[in-house]
């Protein structure tokens, strides 16, 4: 085989456990965006429009989900005789056999299957982010610059730079120091988890890494500091664009209103750069004589007969006569019954929300179901609920099956979602 | 599922004609139900009886046809063996001076040799319902027919050109006219046919030596007097186009519950080719009544009682009543539309206004500018 010039590895593994009962069934990358998507469909779709064939998936939390969701990569038309999409979970072997326990530790694991593919230079990716990137562009960037790494960031506002992994450059965009987190940031560059390396280089340095015991195989936290020590060359690259890290309940919420909001940032119309997904194979959606659909992202196979406002639906909803759905984000086939109000809430595969419950943002009222990871008055509901009809539940709250049994006040019956 | 049957899908009809629609493209080919191509219910019908052998054979204009169905992938039809067989018309020195009637039924005999099954099923692409061919086979094989032919009597109008079928007390066809003055019966053609696989040969390859070059259900059916050609009826609901006006009103057959839930509700899904379009953004002020809506659009427009194909845009203060809106087209600002069919890509510019009616929809041709 021809050697690769470049191949990506997607570190698709985490929990996400900030996402609370969304990833409780399936890996953050798998958890529906934007109507017709899944997070995991902005890297492989940046990947493909790159020109980039060969793509590497790294699964451990809940896997099924993300392999079936991936199978042989045909939606990304990643289904190639040469490279395509490759799921890459931890494995035993006769010396070893490991979790992957941190980014460069899982990229370690996997060192035969780059060898294999025989890379130049290999792009790490995070599976958690929404943005459309032209990798190919920052492959240039790295080649010319003749670079070991080649980071990309991104421009943050400063009154913000603290929540991010910042990058100090000189004023050749050279990184000279990079900080997690500063309490007094002196950059407002933040790292945007998109790494180019040289292979050989990056090779070195995750075997090193791994004879470290005390290291927690991290790309951020030790492969970063220590190339930055051995004075090896790190490039930023800046990025201008939407970026978005959807990491919590909030920040996956609004990130979602941004396709209403601001639809020109992300832009899905644009034809020049598809967000590719998996077809659900539905019908057209239909929105009935006397519903009402507002500012607000529809798919297909779903039916409208209430009102939607301001609300991003991904595909086969039903929101029944007199149901009212407000600044909220439905995941696929969820049913809100007749008389039902969601106000800022985002419900799971399936639930059904009984008639005339009312729910979020606007019911007043404290809540055993109050989480601390629900914030900005956003209520969620887990997956494959009946909510019992009329019951009120106020913002903040995290509607989940508990442990003792299937039903509890708020919750009539679960069932099964594929 | 599991018949032992393979498919073939005739993709036109020479008695068909939708006029604009189906100048640039196959009667198969034609969009229909906001993301589907005629095609498409068909293919599905047979996919989901567990047919894995297809053959397509169209006449002309069968570019956007290929495009559309390209490998089979959407319909799980790219196989080792080939799942999909297109089979174009063969035009050859010998016989491209037959005025392009290309005899395709060399073609065909080929694709019939070239696979075991017992049965095909022969379809025309001008009907659409969502069902699988078990039924109809087994009872094809209890009768012991020759030939057996599906129909139903949902109508005593079918429109134009429809093929009523006169049959006996025990379902055998005595009698057949198209289009005629005073229906005796209201038993109607579905243009679906099955037949062993080995008579289908023979039948063909006599054409053949007859120098016929038309291949045809309606030319199957005429055999009743050499042939058992029974009817078997279908009792679930069906939409038949066979004109303008038919087209029209069978679209707006799925503005209605009951009818879309029989034709998409089910378990059996009705594939199509993938586009990955973007979902539909509704903006501030648009008002949507009582319309289906493809992926991809961009809506803040008044759409009422109307389809809309993928990637269409209505712009503010635009009116569309009683339309079909097929894909890619923009409308602007000010446009008001009703009983309107627009063709792919059309552009409609601000202020226009165009209005048809119901028995005789305007029809824009496919990349109009107006």
Redesign the interface.
């Given at each position: 085989m021809a050697r690769n010039e470049i191949i990506a590895m997607i570190l698709a593994g985490g929990q996400g456990s900030r996402l609370g009962v969304l990833t409780k069934h399936l890996a953050k990358p798998a958890v529906p965006f934007?109507?017709?998507y899944r997070i995991i469909d902005f890297p492989l779709s940046n990947c493909i429009n790159s020109g980039i064939e060969t793509v590497g998936v790294l699964t451990q939390y809940q896997p099924l989900a993300l392999n079936t969701y991936i199978g042989n990569g045909?939606?990304w038309d990643l289904d190639r005789n040469k490279g395509g999409a490759f799921i890459l979970p931890p494995y035993q072997s006769s010396e070893r056999s490991d979790w992957y326990t941190g980014t460069a530790n899982a990229i370690f694991q996997n060192i035969e299957f780059i060898e294999n593919c025989d890379p130049k230079h290999v792009l790490i990716l995070s599976g958690d982010h929404i943005y459309k990137m032209n990798y190919a562009k920052m492959l240039r960037t790295h080649i010319r610059e003749a670079a070991d790494a080649t980071i990309a960031v991104f421009e943050v506002p400063w009154e913000e730079a603290s929540r991010f992994g910042l990058m100090n450059t000189d004023e050749n965009d050279l990184v000279i120091d990079f900080e997690e987190k500063p309490a007094k940031p002196k950059s407002n560059l933040a790292s945007m988890g998109v790494y180019i390396f040289t292979w050989d280089v990056l090779r070195r340095y995750l075997v090193e890494d791994e004879r470290n015991l005390k290291s927690n195989h991290d790309f951020g936290k030790n492969i970063i500091p220590r190339m930055l020590q051995d004075q090896a060359k790190l490039t930023a690259y800046r990025f201008c664009g939407y970026w978005k890290d959807v990491g919590t309940i909030s920040s996956l919420w609004e990130s979602n209103m941004d396709?209403?909001d601001r639809?020109e940032e992300l832009n899905?119309?644009d034809r020049d750069w598809?967000?590719?997904?998996k077809?659900p194979?539905?019908?057209?959606?239909?929105?009935?004589?006397?519903?009402?659909?507002?500012?607000?992202?529809?798919?297909?196979g779903c039916s409208i007969y209430g009102t939607v406002e301001h609300s991003?639906l991904s595909n086969s909803v039903t929101v029944e006569k007199g149901a009212i759905v407000k600044d909220s984000i439905l995941m696929p086939g969820v049913t809100v019954q007749e008389g039902a109000l969601l106000d800022k809430c985002i419900v799971g595969f399936e639930t059904i929300i009984g008639r005339n419950v009312k729910a979020g943002a606007s019911v007043k009222g404290k809540s055993r179901f109050t989480s601390p990871y629900c914030q900005d008055q956003i209520t969620v509901f887990e997956r494959g609920l009946k909510v019992r009809d009329k019951v009120e539940i106020p913002g903040n709250c995290m509607v989940e099956i508990g442990d003792d049994g299937e039903s509890n006040e708020l919750i009539e019956y679960t069932f099964r979602v594929r | 599922m599991f018949i032992n049957a393979m498919g073939l899908i005739l993709a036109d009809h020479r008695k068909i004609n939708l006029g604009d629609l189906s100048r640039p493209r196959a009667l198969a080919a034609i969009p229909f139900?906001?993301?589907y191509r005629i095609i498409d219910f068909m293919l599905s019908n047979m996919v989901n009886s567990g047919i894995s052998q297809i053959g397509v054979i169209a006449l002309s204009k069968y570019k956007s046809l290929m495009d559309h169905v390209g490998t089979g992938?959407s319909w799980d039809l790219d196989r080792k063996q080939p799942g999909l067989n297109l089979l174009p018309p063969y035009i050859n020195t010998a016989n491209v001076d037959r005025g392009g009637e290309a005899d395709d039924l060399n073609g065909l005999l080929d694709f019939f040799r070239a696979y075991p099954h017992k049965y095909v099923i022969v379809a025309d692409s001008n009907v659409i319902f969502n069902a699988t061919f078990d039924e109809f086979v087994s009872k094809h094989e209890e009768s012991g027919a020759d030939i057996s032919v599906m129909y139903n009597r949902d109508s005593t109008r079918y429109g134009s050109p429809s093929m009523i079928l006169n049959l006996d007390r025990r379902g055998y066809l005595r009698d057949m006219m198209m289009d005629p003055p005073k229906p005796s019966a209201t038993r109607c053609s579905l243009g679906i046919a099955v037949l062993d696989r080995e008579l289908l040969i023979d039948l063909v390859s006599e054409s053949i030596a007859r120098g016929d070059r038309d291949f045809s259900i309606d030319g199957l059916m005429k055999l009743y007097k050499q042939y058992r050609v029974r009817g078997i009826e279908y009792k679930g609901k069906v939409l038949r186009i066979n004109s303008i006006p038919t087209y029209f009103a069978s679209t707006m057959q799925l503005?209605d519950?009951a009818f879309?839930n029989e034709?998409?509700g089910s378990d059996l899904?009705?594939?199509t080719k993938?586009k990955?379009?973007?979902?539909?953004?509704?903006?501030?002020?648009?008002?949507?009544?009582?319309?289906?809506?493809?992926?991809?659009c961009?809506i803040t427009g008044e759409v009422t009682d109307s389809?809309?194909?993928r990637?269409v845009t209505i712009s503010k203060h635009a009116i569309v009543r009683s339309c079909i809106i097929m894909q890619d087209v923009f409308v602007s600002e000010g446009v008001e539309l009703e009983n309107v069919i627009l063709d792919k890509n059309c552009v409609i510019r601000p202020g226009i206004k165009l209005v048809g009616q119901q028995d005789y929809p305007v029809v824009i041709g496919k990349g109009a500018i107006v």
């Open positions: 934007g109507s017709r045909h939606p396709i209403l639809p899905f119309r598809r967000i590719y997904s077809n194979v539905k019908p057209a959606h239909y929105i009935a004589k006397n519903a009402s659909v507002i500012n607000s992202a529809l798919t297909d991003v | 139900g906001g993301r992938s503005l519950d879309r034709l998409f899904p009705v594939y993938v990955d379009e973007a979902p539909t953004l509704y903006g501030e002020g648009n008002t949507v009544s009582n319309s289906v809506i493809s992926d991809g961009l389809m809309l194909f990637g």
